[in-house]
C-alpha cells in the first residue's frame, strides 16, 4: 500500500474527495455517524472551537469502524483532517506536531497567504530528512507512538 491516507490515493488518481463541513471537536455522536457515512473524509473543527488534544483522541477513535477495517484494511474508509486554529501568517509548529502525533492524516491551516507560509507549514508537518537524502527535511519532531497505534501500525 503506497499510502493509508485515502484523500493522497484519490487526488494522485485525479478523484475529488468528499467531505461535509468541518465538525466539531470531540462530539463523538458525528464522529461515529460520518464514521459510517460513505464520505472521504471529515475535518475536526479546533479553529473557532474545541480546541483539545483529548477531544481530537476521541473524535478519532469515533470515527473508527472496525467492520469497515476488517473489509477494507488499515485505509480509512473516512480520512481524519483536523483544521488547527492558527492562521498561515501565525504557524504554530507545535499544534501542527500535536495535531498529527494524535494520529489525524491531514492538517487544514486557514489563510495561508504566500508560498513562504506554505513551506513554513509543510516543514512543520514534515519530519527531518535521514542523512544523506536529497530529499528537503522537516522540523517535525520524532515521536510517532499514539499516531502509530491509532493507524494500526
Known amino acids: 500500500m503506497e499510502h493509508l491516507n485515502k484523500v493522497i490515493k484519490m487526488l494522485k488518481q485525479g478523484e475529488i474527495p468528499i ?31 474545541s480546541f483539545t488534544f483529548d477531544g481530537l483522541q476521541s473524535s478519532l477513535q469515533h470515527l473508527l469502524n472496525r467492520r469497515r477495517i476488517a473489509e477494507d484494511g488499515l485505509m ?8 488547527i486554529p492558527t492562521s498561515g501568517s501565525e504557524v ?7 495535531a498529527l502525533d494524535q494520529g489525524v492524516y491531514g492538517i487544514v491551516v486557514p489563510r495561508l497567504e504566500s ?19 536529497s530529499l528537503g527535511g522537516g522540523r517535525r519532531g520524532y515521536s510517532p507512538f499514539i499516531c502509530a497505534r491509532y493507524w494500526g501500525l
Do not use: F
Open 19 to 49: 467531505s461535509c463541513i468541518p465538525i466539531r471537536n470531540g462530539d463523538e455522536g458525528l464522529a461515529q455517524t460520518y464514521g459510517d457515512s460513505d464520505i472521504d473524509m471529515v475535518i475536526l473543527e479546533m479553529e473557532h472551537q
Open 76 to 83: 480509512p474508509s473516512v480520512t481524519p483532517l483536523v483544521r
Open 92 to 98: 504554530n509548529e507545535w499544534m501542527i506536531k500535536q
Open 115 to 133: 508560498g513562504a507560509q506554505v513551506r513554513k507549514t509543510v516543514e512543520a508537518m514534515r519530519y527531518p530528512a535521514r542523512r544523506g537524502s
